[in-house]
Each structure stands twice: as structure tokens, then as C-alpha cells.
């Protein structure tokens, strides 16, 4: 009945995708007729026209396949919307780029080839309605399968929330994991999950409910539970100490038609990224920490970190020679000041800065390692401004530009006092797992200078868990305005 369920689902959304995607290709053809003035159709005397040129009949299956492959066909009853999106930008952008390949293949009269006068429609000064088509297309699917999408979890949330399209769970586990897994389900109740009864880790139970819920036996009568109380998932809820028993569970439930979930007995803390199971020559590896910056995710990432430094040279470039003119005019030493700091997987760089103390010797904090104190008589007058205004941070710029920090991340530090700290803080080497930043999570929420250690750990921490693209723009538009001058600065 599930399964049938899932088809039923699937085959409704490929038939709402398909006319959403006609209309993207409509809207697209129509935009690039009124944007070059070249006049609406005459519906309903022209459908074929009309058909040819929104080149709907090339783009839905291309569509359709590339969101197939994409996943967005499979159950996302326990998946983030945000995900989808996500899924759903890189499937359209693949099937316009596959569109644009086919039709060049094909020499498509809206593809234009050398023999067709490219070379004068790419000098020329009017708009090629080709682009103008491809570049609405390009935004109108996403924005539309997003759109429809939305609407079709919205309709399906509100459903499960009455009690309709639910799907049924056992939880095995008793003790505080099962609990919480079962707390966490019902709390979401968007998702359509019900948890229907629990059966204990152990053999035997004597115990008749948990939370509200029967607790039907013990692991020895699991199969003749499942047989007399179906259900259509099995979430396994095993604590550490029966983790031995895992293996002989998932070979048990292969005799039922019923989808298994293990939730690991691993405190939110110690998991700063999401899980995610790979297979490497039929062998499961289960990524249970990682940089979450590989991939595409890293190489936009530095795409940012390279155009922002280098922008931000040039913006400030007048900004540092007063700042340059200030610190020569302050004292005997050098302008930049360079100072050995930790980045990525534990690597050491030579952090740029000006010069705010007496000398350089005063900037190495000879001795025990610590941060500058407020009102220290080491640092100069001049320094002082630089520190409160954040201005002594801009030579950063070009460490960003050589690819040793990030303009977005937890703020680095040195060697000597992360070696203190690795031993004293639990997780504080997970801030190596991405690049240190110029600015950071942290930092636009006042956590600067001689603040908490633990209160700056947990926003890094949750910056790295969350760490996207739109969360560094987000950071670097805050910090034009809590980044540069702030109360804990000094």
C-alpha cells in the first residue's frame, strides 16, 4: 500500500512538473517576443507555432529526466524544503545547459552557427533572441518548479496535520534515545509521521507504555509484533550498549516490507556537520565529519573570497595608505605587522596586520600566550583607533586573495593558544574544518576581543554546521554594520 502510495505521488508530481514546465517555456518564449518587440501569437489559429518556439517539446523530457536523476521524484516526507531548492536550482540549470547542447546539435534555427551569421550576431548591437529565451528560461524554471513545489508540501502538510497521508512507525529502544527520537517525530508533525507503538532493546520488557504509547514487547517477539502490528517504517533507536545487536536487527527486518532507520546514540554536540553515507567499492562509509566546504560549495566559496578581496583592495586601497601614513607616524617599527596563525586542517600562515603596539616585540606577547586586554599600555594611540575600527584587519585582504583565510569564517588563531585550548575545550578543533575568516558569526554578534570562549565556540560551531553560501553573504552584509566599530573591540 505504501509503495503504491509512492507511485501514486511520483506519477503526480512528474504530470504537475510536466505542465509547470510548459508554462516556464511560455513564459520564456513570450518574455523574449515583448522584450524584442516582435509580436504576441495569434492563439488559438498558431498552436504550432507557438509549441515550436517555446521549444516546450525539447525541454520537458530533458527537464522531467534531469530532475528524475536529481532525486526530486523520490520521498522527501523527512527531507528540508531548502534542500529541494537546492536540488531543484542544479537540475534546471543542467537541463538548460542540455537543452543549449541538443539544440546545437540538432542546428535548431534558434542556435546560431558560424554558417549562420554567429559572428555578426555577436557584434552586433541588438539583443540575439536566442540568450535573451535561454536566459529566461534559465530563471523562469527554477522559480517555477520551486514555486509549485512549495505548494504541493504546503497542501501536503496541512493534510498530515488532520491526520491524513500518514505514515506509521515503530520505534525499537525504550531508554532516552527512543524517547527522544519519538519526541522529535511527533514534534514535526509535517512530516506525516506517527509513531504507532514502541518495542524494547532489550529481550524481554515488563514495561506496558512509554510517552503515552504501548509498548509491545521486547526484541525476542520483534518479527511476530511486525506480523500482528504492521507498520510502514522501523526506526531503531538502539543505545550504545546494545549496539552489537544493530547487525542482527537489519538482517531480521529484511523478512518485512518496511523502510529501516537507525538513529545513531551520538549527542547533537559532537555532530557539528550533517551525516551522510557514501559507498566505496560496495563498502558503506558513513562521513561522519567533514569539510563541509568541498565540492561546488568550496569552489563558490573561493570565487567569493577572490572577488571580495579583490574589490575590497581596491575600495579601501585609500583607507589603508592613511592607515599606513598613521602607523609610520606612530612609532619606529614596521607598518605590517605578521604573525603566525592556524587555518584549515590545522595549516599555519602569516596573518597581515598593522602595526598598533610600541613595537614588534610587543605584538608577539612574550611569555604566556593571551589575547589583548582593553585600555593595554602596549598599544599605541594611533593602534588603539585601528583596533576599535577594525582597520588594522584590512591587510587580511591579501591573505584572503592568496587563498590562506576566508573572508567568512571562525576568527584564527595561534598555535600556542589553540594547544591550550584543544585540551581544555571539547570541539574546538572542529573550527578547523573550514578556513579562518576575517570576519565570522561570531564576530557580528559582538563576540570580539577579551569576550567568552564558549559562547564564541558555539556560534562558530553552529556557522560551520550551517555554513552555506547565502549564510557568508548574510554575515558579510552584517558586518558593514556591527564589523567594523563595536563596544569589545580593542
Known amino acids: 500500500m505504501l509503495k503504491q502510495q509512492h507511485q501514486l505521488f511520483a506519477s503526480l508530481l512528474v504530470l504537475v512538473d510536466v505542465v509547470v514546465i510548459t508554462a516556464a517555456c511560455f513564459a520564456a518564449w513570450l518574455f523574449r517576443l515583448s522584450t524584442l518587440g516582435q509580436g504576441l501569437p495569434e492563439l488559438p489559429h498558431d498552436w504550432e507555432g507557438a509549441v515550436r518556439g517555446s521549444l516546450c517539446l525539447f525541454v520537458v523530457p530533458i527537464g522531467v529526466g534531469a530532475m528524475w536523476l536529481s532525486g526530486l521524484y523520490r520521498p522527501r516526507r523527512d527531507k528540508s524544503l531548502w534542500g529541494e531548492y537546492g536540488a531543484i536550482v542544479r537540475a534546471t540549470a543542467g537541463a538548460v545547459v542540455t537543452l ?27 539583443p540575439d533572441p536566442g540568450r535573451v529565451q535561454f536566459l529566461a528560461l534559465a530563471v523562469a524554471l527554477p522559480v517555477f518548479v520551486s514555486a509549485h513545489r512549495s505548494l504541493f508540501r504546503w497542501s501536503l502538510r496541512q493534510l498530515r496535520r488532520r491526520g491524513f497521508n500518514l505514515r506509521h512507525v515503530a520505534v525499537v529502544g525504550i531508554g532516552r534515545l527512543g ?10 508533525s509535517w512530516t506525516g ?9 532489550a529481550e524481554r520488557s515488563e514495561r506496558k507504555t512509554c510517552l503515552g504509547r504501548p509498548v509491545r514487547a521486547g526484541i525476542a517477539e520483534l518479527e511476530r509484533t511486525l506480523e500482528k502490528h504492521p507498520v510502514d517504517a522501523v526506526y531503531l533507536a538502539v543505545p550504545s550498549a546494545r549496539a552489537n545487536r544493530l547487525p542482527e536487527l537489519l538482517r531480521r527486518l529484511e523478512r518485512f516490507a518496511v523502510e529501516v532507520r537507525v538513529i545513531p546514540d551520538v549527542l547533537p554536540r559532537y555532530l557539528p556537520q550533517s551525516m551522510a553515507v557514501a559507498e566505496l567499492d560496495g563498502m558503506p562509509v558513513l562521513s561522519y565529519r567533514a569539510c563541509p566546504t568541498q565540492g561546488f560549495g568550496g569552489l563558490s566559496k573561493r570565487a567569493l573570497d577572490i572577488v571580495g578581496s579583490f574589490v575590497g583592495l581596491i575600495v579601501f586601497a585609500p583607507v589603508m595608505a ?8 606612530a612609532g619606529p617599527g614596521p607598518i605590517i605587522f605578521k604573525q603566525r596563525r592556524v ?13 598598533t603596539m610600541q613595537c614588534v616585540e610587543d605584538e608577539q606577547s612574550p611569555g604566556e600566550a593571551r589575547w589583548t586586554t582593553r585600555d593595554d599600555p602596549r598599544v599605541t594611540s594611533f593602534g588603539r583607533f585601528l583596533r576599535r575600527t577594525s582597520l588594522d584587519e584590512l591587510p587580511q585582504l591579501l591573505n584572503v586573495l592568496k587563498g590562506q583565510m576566508s573572508l567568512v569564517g571562525p576568527r584564527p588563531e595561534r598555535p600556542e593558544l589553540i594547544a591550550r585550548f584543544r ?16 570576519t565570522g558569526w561570531a564576530q557580528v554578534n559582538g563576540l570580539r576581543g577579551d569576550t567568552s570562549l564558549r559562547r564564541r565556540l558555539r556560534y562558530d560551531l553552529h556557522y560551520i554546521r550551517h555554513w552555506s553560501l547565502a549564510f557568508d553573504l548574510k554575515i558579510l552584509w552584517l558586518t558593514l554594520f556591527r564589523g567594523f566599530a563595536h563596544r569589545n573591540a580593542h
Open 100 to 126: 543549449v547542447v541538443v539544440l546545437y546539435l540538432l542546428r535548431n534555427s534558434i542556435i546560431a552557427t558560424p554558417a549562420d551569421g554567429a559572428a555578426e550576431r555577436l557584434v552586433s548591437s541588438s
Open 179 to 188: 524517547q527522544v527520537a519519538c519526541n522529535t517525530i511527533e514534534r514535526n
Open 193 to 201: 509521521l506517527h509513531v504507532e507503538y514502541f518495542v524494547s532493546a
Open 322 to 329: 592613511a592607515c599606513a601614513i598613521g602607523v609610520r607616524m
Open 343 to 355: 587555518s584549515i586542517a590545522g595549516e599555519t600562515f602569516k596573518i597581515y596586520k598593522f602595526r
Open 423 to 438: 585540551e581544555d575545550w571539547r570541539g574546538y578543533m572542529l573550527r578547523q574544518h573550514v578556513k579562518a575568516g576575517m
